[in-house]
């Protein structure tokens, strides 16, 4: 939705994770057409998928989007012309509170009877997100630039006709975080 195009970005910069030890990359790399291409005029293809997770003052704590992405604008981690990538991040202060876990297991619920497939690009280093995916059923199927891991996740359940449409960022609570 276009209300929710500028916290996108800040999500979207957010989810561009960083290895501790350097420095963060400049915040003018969310202006590359590559980058932008995940968030810009969110809600204008049918595809898009998202939930954000709002803390109890009512702020953004983090989010969860899928777009599918098809070139020249493809993405990092391009499996085919069905399988959207997805984003997630959190912001710092609500890290390491199982909202990560919560926002992954309520994006997959929903995504599985609309898309077969969804993959993600994971630096790496990042083994604490690494290992999440795993959790849940990522594998890789490639390494991408900069030696990102690219990963995939089989849903399943297979998309069905008539399933709700996509395109819009639904809310997750930040106090869901138990959830299965």
Known sequence: MAADQPILWDLLYEA??????????PRSVLSNPQVAAYVQDWGSNGTDLGFLAIASDGSVA???LSRLMLPPLQGGAFHDEHTPQLGIAVFPAFQRQGLGTALLAR???AASNRFPRV???VHPENHAD???YTRFGFRQ??????????LVKVMDAQPQPGAPPSGE???LPAGLTQEP
Request: hydrophobic residues 35%; aromatic residues 12%.
């Open 107 to 109: 994006y997959l619920a």
């Open 62 to 64: 983090g989010g969860i």
């Open 130 to 132: 690494i290992k999440l």
């Open 141 to 150: 199927f490639a390494t991408g630039h900069g030696g990102y891991l690219n």
């Open 119 to 121: 993959s993600l690009g």
């Open 16 to 25: 561009l994770w960083d290895p501790p030890t350097g420095p963060r990359r």
């Open 169 to 171: 960022t639904g809310v």
